[in-house]
């Protein structure tokens, strides 16, 4: 992501929730526009290119939906990212079916926030078409699915490639376990044990055991980075 | 009181429109009857009268007066003449022959058809009979009445007249009377099941209706309706229970967090010190919100709001992604984690709830199995449909509790302090009643088997 594209428009009507948000995305080094209203948050967003909109889905005069629509029929690529208290997986589909890009759950950590904006906003300026994703010595290759780092194969199965290949993705940024339980297990919930930890350890030790150096890297509170040394 | 409800009932007006009905139609029955027996009988009378007549105008005709005085005077001595009344008399009115005592005064036609009580010579009563009889005048002035004493008739008419009224009276009684009791009894039995209701909603859910044990229609609606207050008691006892639980799970972090930045707030500023005290209080806000959304997961799944996103899905795929996932943790416990069963059973339904409902079961398998113990899930299609099976060789639950463990918040005094909130099986509940499977748990001696029985996926 380029410096000049950090721009972040954040719908929200509750003042207090909106300064925070503003104030600590600022501090991550982005630019914020606030929007307190569905029509601002329309007039705003067709008048400047976004990386990313956070909007959420209740605000006083016109749903959340239905500017997500509007915008989307004004042209605007953006992606959103839907921030709402409606919490359940009804209303997370909906959101999505209506044009959201992803969708995060009132009341969510700030960190989450973070992994999300930065994976939605790379998916907004990047289109992939790598064949062989590499991190360092590690090379993922998605058409024979299989993985090594230098010349020692590693054995995944296929979840464990699919984990591995979405933390490669994203290397050098924060994937958090909500994000993985929905990309690699296409679960939108939280199964509200230790799970993804136990089951990201044994990619771990598959990955990095006997290497010289660590890729996967955990971070607390989150999730987890994969990234190179250096 | 319960004579004025009676009559004010629906059912006692039902009956009294039912008896007017059939009322009004036996009435016309029975008025039917009346008048053509009693025109039967007239006419055979009349029939009988008029062919006599004919007979001694033949006689007067053939013989002149003296054949007809003559003709009278000899029926008058045979025994089967004894009911006809003959009067022959000339213009002056004087008695020619026959064995009525007077012409009668009135009515006097002057001919046909005539009705009149007069004295005979044979009667024997002491009222003066009843005669109906045929009057006829000849060219000369003569005239003749020919007649029969119909007081047996009218006797036998008037019985029939008396059995028919008093039978519709009768009837309209008797029916009154049935109806009343019928409800009588009906409005017994409604106010017994009000008095109930009142006493409930004035006292406590402790109460039921009694039965009498004649296992009749009313019988049954009181014994649902003691179900339903069963239910309803036992639901009241459970949100009770849940509600205590709630207020327990989630007031320990509460009062924990508040105590940490109470402390905080009063002490000084220390940097490492403080951040901890976020990091702790962070986590166990997450924690109170886990449960929040934990609840609101399961209420929502129990108001059926999602049966829009059923599909036919393949659970064995769904449970082997579960087995995957829990493969590790599985592993990190010592436990082994197998599938066994067909490889492919399909049922309906929705793949989030299934997968969650399965993972819920393995976790559970899993945490309070036996350590280095093995963990089999199960998938098969059996004629009743499919089967999804978690079973350990774990320690196993006590019988007495089997039917708790689905409570939410509830947990076993083993388990107490291992991690979880006692909300997982309430869930995997939850979702096997809006699928409309059936759980049974069983002895997997040693350990817990838990079974999910899905009826077949449709079509």
């Given at each position: 992501?380029?410096?000049?594209?950090?721009r972040?428009?954040?719908?929200?009507?509750?003042?207090?929730?909106?300064?925070?948000?503003?104030e600590?995305?600022v501090?991550?080094?982005?630019?914020?526009?606030l929007?307190?209203?569905?029509n601002e948050a329309?007039?705003?967003?067709?008048?400047?290119?976004y990386?990313?909109?956070?909007?959420?889905?209740?605000?006083?005069?016109?749903?959340?939906?239905?500017?997500?629509?509007?915008?989307?029929?004004?042209?605007v690529?953006?992606?959103?990212?839907?921030?709402?208290?409606?919490?359940?997986?009804?209303?997370?589909v909906?959101?999505?079916?209506?044009?959201?890009?992803?969708?995060?759950?009132?009341?969510?950590?700030f960190v989450?926030?973070?992994?999300?904006?930065?994976?939605?906003?790379?998916?907004?300026?990047?289109?992939?078409?790598?064949?062989?994703?590499?991190v360092?010595?590690?090379?993922?290759?998605?058409?024979?699915?299989t993985?090594?780092?230098?010349?020692?194969?590693?054995?995944?199965l296929?979840?464990?490639?699919?984990?591995?290949?979405?933390?490669?993705?994203?290397?050098?940024?924060?994937?958090?376990?909500?994000m993985?339980?929905?990309?690699?297990?296409?679960?939108?919930?939280?199964?509200?044990?230790?799970?993804?930890d136990?089951?990201?350890?044994?990619?771990?030790?598959?990955?990095?055991d006997?290497?010289?150096?660590?890729?996967?890297?955990?971070?607390?509170?989150i999730?987890?980075?994969?990234?190179?040394p250096? | 009181?319960?004579?004025?409800?009676?009559?004010?009932?629906?059912?006692?007006?039902?009956?009294?429109?039912?008896?007017?009905?059939?009322?009004?139609?036996?009435?016309?029955?029975?008025?039917?009857?009346?008048?053509?027996?009693?025109?039967?009988?007239?006419?055979?009378?009349?029939?009988?009268?008029?062919?006599?007549?004919?007979?001694?105008?033949?006689?007067?005709?053939?013989?002149?007066?003296?054949?007809?005085?003559?003709?009278?005077?000899?029926?008058?001595?045979?025994?089967?003449?004894?009911?006809?009344?003959?009067?022959?008399?000339?213009?002056?009115?004087?008695?020619?022959?026959?064995?009525?005592?007077?012409?009668?005064?009135?009515?006097?036609?002057?001919?046909?058809?005539?009705?009149?009580?007069?004295?005979?010579?044979?009667?024997?009563?002491?009222?003066?009979?009843?005669v109906?009889?045929?009057?006829?005048?000849?060219?000369?002035?003569?005239?003749?009445?020919?007649?029969?004493?119909?007081?047996d008739?009218?006797?036998f008419?008037?019985?029939?007249?008396?059995?028919?009224?008093?039978?519709?009276?009768?009837?309209?009684?008797?029916?009154?009377?049935?109806?009343?009791?019928?409800?009588?009894r009906?409005?017994?039995?409604?106010?017994?099941?009000?008095?109930?209701?009142?006493?409930?909603m004035?006292?406590?859910?402790?109460?039921?209706?009694?039965?009498?044990?004649?296992?009749?229609?009313?019988?049954?609606?009181?014994?649902?309706?003691?179900?339903?207050?069963?239910r309803?008691?036992?639901?009241?006892?459970?949100?009770?229970?849940?509600?205590?639980?709630?207020?327990?799970?989630?007031?320990?972090?509460?009062?924990?967090?508040?105590?940490?930045?109470?402390?905080?707030?009063?002490?000084?500023?220390?940097?490492?010190?403080?951040?901890?005290?976020?990091?702790?209080?962070?986590?166990?806000?997450?924690?109170?919100?886990?449960?929040?959304?934990?609840?609101?997961?399961?209420a929502?799944?129990?108001?059926?709001?999602?049966?829009?996103?059923?599909?036919?899905?393949?659970?064995?795929?769904?449970?082997?992604?579960v087995?995957?996932?829990?493969?590790?943790?599985?592993e990190?416990?010592?436990?082994?984690?197998?599938?066994v069963g067909?490889?492919?059973?399909?049922?309906?339904?929705?793949?989030?709830?299934?997968?969650?409902?399965?993972a819920?079961?393995?976790?559970?398998?899993?945490?309070?199995?036996r350590n280095?113990?093995?963990?089999v899930v199960?998938?098969?299609?059996?004629?009743?449909?499919?089967?999804?099976?978690?079973?350990?060789?774990g320690?196993?639950?006590?019988?007495?509790?089997?039917?708790?463990?689905?409570?939410?918040?509830?947990?076993?005094?083993?388990?107490?302090?291992?991690?979880?909130?006692?909300?997982?099986?309430?869930?995997?509940?939850?979702?096997?009643?809006?699928?409309?499977?059936?759980i049974?748990?069983?002895d997997?001696?040693?350990?817990?088997?838990?079974?999910?029985?899905f009826?077949?996926?449709?079509?």
């Open positions: 992501m380029t410096g000049g594209h950090r972040i428009l954040v719908v929200e009507d509750d003042p207090e929730t909106a300064g925070q948000l503003a600590q995305l501090s991550s080094g982005y630019q914020v526009d929007a307190a209203s569905g329309l007039s705003k967003g067709a008048a400047c290119d990386a990313v909109i956070t909007i959420d889905r209740m605000l006083p005069d016109i749903d959340g939906i239905t500017v997500m629509r509007q915008l989307r029929d004004d042209g690529a953006a992606p959103f990212l839907i921030l709402s208290a409606l919490g359940e997986v009804d209303d997370r909906r959101g999505l079916r209506a044009g959201g890009d992803d969708y995060l759950v009132k009341p969510f950590s989450e926030l973070l992994a999300r904006l930065e994976a939605l906003g790379r998916r907004s300026d990047t289109i992939a078409k790598e064949t062989i994703l590499r360092g010595d590690l090379a993922i290759d998605l058409i024979t699915r993985a090594s780092r230098g010349s020692k194969d590693i054995v995944l296929p979840k464990e490639f699919q984990l591995l290949e979405y933390l490669a993705r994203n290397a050098g940024r924060v994937v958090s376990r909500a993985l339980l929905q990309h690699v297990w296409d679960l939108h919930f939280d199964p509200s044990t230790n799970i993804i136990v089951y990201v350890g044994r990619v771990r030790r598959k990955v990095d006997q290497q010289a150096y660590p890729l996967i890297h955990t971070v607390r509170g999730g987890y980075c994969l990234r190179a250096g | 009181m319960l004579l004025a409800k009676t009559l004010t009932s629906s059912t006692f007006k039902l009956a009294l429109i039912a008896i007017g009905t059939f009322g009004v139609i036996v009435s016309g029955i029975f008025a039917y009857v009346y008048l053509s027996t009693t025109s039967y009988v007239r006419s055979r009378s009349d029939r009988a009268i008029l062919a006599e007549s004919l007979n001694l105008h033949d006689a007067y005709e053939r013989n002149g007066r003296d054949g007809l005085i003559d003709a009278i005077r000899r029926r008058m001595t045979y025994r089967s003449f004894a009911d006809h009344v003959y009067l022959f008399v000339d213009p002056s009115l004087k008695q020619l022959a026959g064995n009525l005592t007077e012409w009668p005064s009135e009515p006097t036609p002057a001919s046909g058809w005539t009705e009149f009580r007069g004295r005979t010579a044979v009667s024997t009563t002491a009222s003066p009979p009843l109906r009889g045929m009057v006829e005048i000849f060219p000369g002035g003569d005239r003749l009445l020919v007649g029969r004493d119909i007081s008739l009218d006797l008419t008037g019985r029939i007249k008396f059995a028919v009224i008093s039978s519709v009276i009768l009837i309209f009684l008797l029916a009154g009377m049935a109806s009343i009791l019928v409800t009588r009906t409005v017994g039995r409604i106010e017994q099941i009000n008095a109930t209701s009142r006493a409930i004035q006292s406590g859910l402790d109460q039921r209706i009694p039965l009498r044990g004649s296992h009749d229609e009313w019988d049954r609606v009181a014994e649902n309706l003691n179900l339903m207050l069963d309803i008691e036992t639901l009241m006892g459970e949100i009770k229970q849940v509600s205590d639980n709630v207020a327990h799970d989630l007031r320990t972090p509460l009062t924990r967090m508040r105590g940490r930045l109470e402390t905080a707030y009063h002490g000084k500023r220390v940097g490492e010190a403080d951040q901890l005290l976020i990091g702790d209080t962070i986590a166990d806000l997450d924690a109170v919100l886990r449960i929040f959304s934990s609840l609101t997961r399961i929502q799944i129990e108001a059926q709001a999602r049966k829009d996103a059923f599909r036919t899905v393949n659970v064995v795929e769904i449970a082997g992604e087995v995957e996932l829990y493969d590790a943790a599985a990190q416990d010592g436990t082994r984690l197998t599938m067909d490889r492919e059973v399909q049922v309906t339904g929705d793949r989030d709830l299934i997968f969650d409902a399965i819920n079961l393995v976790d559970n398998a899993i945490k309070h199995g280095a113990g093995h963990v199960s998938i098969e299609t059996t004629g009743s449909g499919a089967m999804i099976s978690v079973a350990d060789d320690p196993g639950i006590p019988a007495c509790e089997c039917e708790h463990v689905f409570k939410r918040f509830y947990r076993l005094e083993q388990s107490r302090y291992t991690p979880g909130n006692g909300l997982g099986l309430s869930l995997v509940a939850a979702v096997a009643r809006l699928h409309g499977a059936r049974e748990m069983r997997n001696a040693p350990g817990l088997k838990v079974e999910l029985w009826s077949p996926a449709a079509g």
